[in-house]
């Protein structure tokens, strides 16, 4: 007789809820779990072939230990002892350093990865620790800990509250919005457009939610700064800066215009493939929306200039 039981997806930190069906503990079934609050059934590709994963015969299920050229089958005991020989030997020979550690989505977003992983990282004392996050938003984070002064103060657009969103390289109807953990993207865009709200999406693929979007602007990949900085040129051209009641919280918005003065939208059209009335536009979108934000995904962090 299937059961039924419910579990938080491990694999990206959009935390989706999941409906399992186990017969005779097998995972013959996987959906999205409507009634959790972060994802309101939202189910990616990845979340949907858990089953596949969990039963796959190429899964590591216990220690194994190269000897002789071949992997085989080993206690815990042996696997610890193993480690635990190899990382002395390499870290005596070679220092710390030479030890890089790498954390994947699945085991960050586990309870025992969340708790063994910072003294595991303390006690061997390497500064080559890499994960998903380095792979992906880490230039995100070290702009936002310039910014914000912590690195985990990544600002998400407050959706709900959103009368014209500018979207670059993100598809939140594929990711569940992924850092921005919101639940039901697609809907919440749909409800700004119905309040007389807009999104645009700027990306190289027109992505799902580029389909779904007011517009959908293609740009050439890794060139977003140059876009980015031909519309705050034209913010500050156009004298369509107004800080208002955030200007206490802004510090060196004065060296800004100085900064981004050789960045005019006719500058920098070539280079990022947008053209100048486009961008000309998407300034004045911005100014004028009472609210507006401007959401930067994966795909303005994995290029040159990723922190800009
Ligand atoms: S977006 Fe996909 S991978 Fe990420 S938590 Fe949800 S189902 Fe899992």
Request: glycine fraction near 10%; proline fraction near 8%.
């Amino acid at each position: 007789m299937p059961e039924t039981a419910y579990t938080t997806c491990p694999l990206c930190e959009a935390t989706c809820g999941l409906e399992l069906t186990l017969d005779r503990g097998a995972v013959v079934g996987v959906r999205g779990d409507e009634a959790d609050v972060f994802s309101h059934g939202f189910i990616c590709p990845k979340g949907a072939s858990l089953g596949a994963l969990d039963a796959d015969p190429d899964r590591l299920r216990a220690p194994r230990i190269r000897r002789e050229g071949k992997l085989l089958p080993a206690s815990w005991p042996e696997a610890f002892a193993a480690v635990d020989a190899g990382l002395t030997r390499v870290i005596r020979e070679y220092g710390r350093d030479a030890v890089a550690l790498y954390l994947g989505n699945p085991t960050v977003h586990t309870l025992a990865g969340g708790l063994y992983a910072g003294p595991l990282i303390k006690a061997l004392g390497s500064r080559n620790v890499y994960s998903a996050s380095t792979l992906d938003q880490m230039p995100k984070q070290v702009a936002c800990g310039y910014l914000f002064g912590s690195p985990y103060a990544v600002p998400v657009p407050d959706l709900d509250r959103t009368d014209f969103l500018l979207i670059l390289g993100a598809d939140p109807y594929s990711s569940n919005g992924s850092l921005w953990t919101v639940p039901d993207v697609p809907g919440r865009l749909r409800a700004l457009q119905a309040r007389g709200g807009r999104f645009v999406v700027v990306d190289p693929r027109r992505s799902r939610t580029a389909r779904a979007a007011d517009r959908y602007v293609p740009i050439r990949p890794g060139t977003d700064v140059h876009l980015l900085l031909g519309l705050v040129h034209e913010l500050f051209a156009r004298d369509l800066v107004a800080p208002g009641r955030l200007a206490e919280h802004v510090a060196g918005l004065d060296v800004l215009p100085e900064l981004v003065a050789p960045f005019a939208p006719a500058v920098v059209a070539p280079r990022c493939g947008v053209d100048a009335d486009t961008i000309a536009a998407l300034a004045t979108d911005l100014a004028a929306a009472p609210r507006a934000a401007v959401y930067g995904r994966i795909g303005t962090t994995t290029v040159e200039h990723g922190t800009v």
